[in-house]
């Protein structure tokens, strides 16, 4: 099927998914394939609507439009208006972050996140995307994927899935996901960073897919007694709450 002229200015905004935020007129038509005449037309309408904004050296970033559409986001997605106030009482209730994430094509996004003033580690940050192979959310959101989906992904990344235990055969995968499957949560030891726990559990959409995760990762020297199971009760009550959102209001809407 031949892309659309939709669809090829669209993809000038996807080249801002990388860590290259500023791209050139002569970058964006080499990466594309675009003739001059073309993405000169994309670029002007792009402006024009706030997507994109010119720089001084000729080049484009993304304009105030984003900031806007994010703005809106954070004010209309279910995920965050009935997500956020749980993830800020765990952030009360333990020294840790909370997480809400949305899957987004082979991986996941940070839609939102809360953490305690005393963790001074680095996570997620709210909009950065990560690749859906290691780590308790990613394990938490696999686990439920359509067969065809988790084999894709599996294949892609065999070396990756090996090295954390889950390969060198599909079945591997599907036996270390079967106790994530049954329990519905998953708690990850050290497996992104060394010395944090991390606990997710997954969010599903109206027709029952798996739509992302909530998760709470904490400093293992700052766990005491029974905690961890204290998180992951309240990590699966959270990804519960959110999952019987869905019989009044859809979330993947």
């Not at 720089?55 to 703005?71: A, C, H, R």
């Not at 994927?145 to 992904?153: C, D, I, K, Q």
């Not at 079967?178 to 969010?203: F, K, T, Y």
Request: neutral net charge; contains cysteine.
């Amino acid at each position: 099927m031949a892309e659309s002229s939709l669809d090829k200015m669209l993809s000038i905004l996807d080249l801002y998914e990388s860590d290259q935020l500023h791209w050139t007129p002569e970058e964006i038509a080499s990466q594309l394939g675009m003739s001059r005449s073309t993405l000169y037309r994309y670029l002007r309408t792009l402006s024009n609507r706030g997507y994109l904004v010119s720089t001084v050296d000729d080049g484009y970033t993304l304009g105030p439009k984003i900031s806007l559409l994010e703005y809106r986001l954070r004010m209309s997605d279910p995920l965050i208006v009935v997500g956020g106030p749980l993830a800020e009482e765990m952030v009360r209730q333990f020294d840790g972050a909370a997480l809400i994430s949305r899957v987004f094509r082979e991986g996941f996004v940070c839609i939102y996140r809360s953490k305690s003033l005393k963790d001074s580690r680095h996570y997620f940050k709210r909009g950065q995307i990560m690749q859906l192979v290691r780590g308790a959310n990613a394990h938490a959101i696999q686990a439920f994927l359509p067969r065809h989906r988790l084999e894709r992904l599996f294949f892609a990344n065999r070396e990756e899935f090996t090295a954390i235990g889950m390969g060198p055969d599909f079945s591997d995968l599907q036996g270390a996901l079967r106790p994530i499957r049954n329990d519905g949560v998953c708690v990850s030891d050290g497996e992104l960073r060394s010395g944090v726990a991390a606990v997710a559990a997954p969010i599903f959409d109206s027709r029952g897919a798996v739509l992302g995760s909530f998760s709470f990762t904490i400093p293992k020297s700052t766990l005491g007694a029974g905690q961890i199971e204290a998180i992951v009760e309240r990590v699966k009550f959270s990804a519960g709450v959110l999952n019987q959102k869905h019989e009044s209001q859809s979330l993947d809407k």
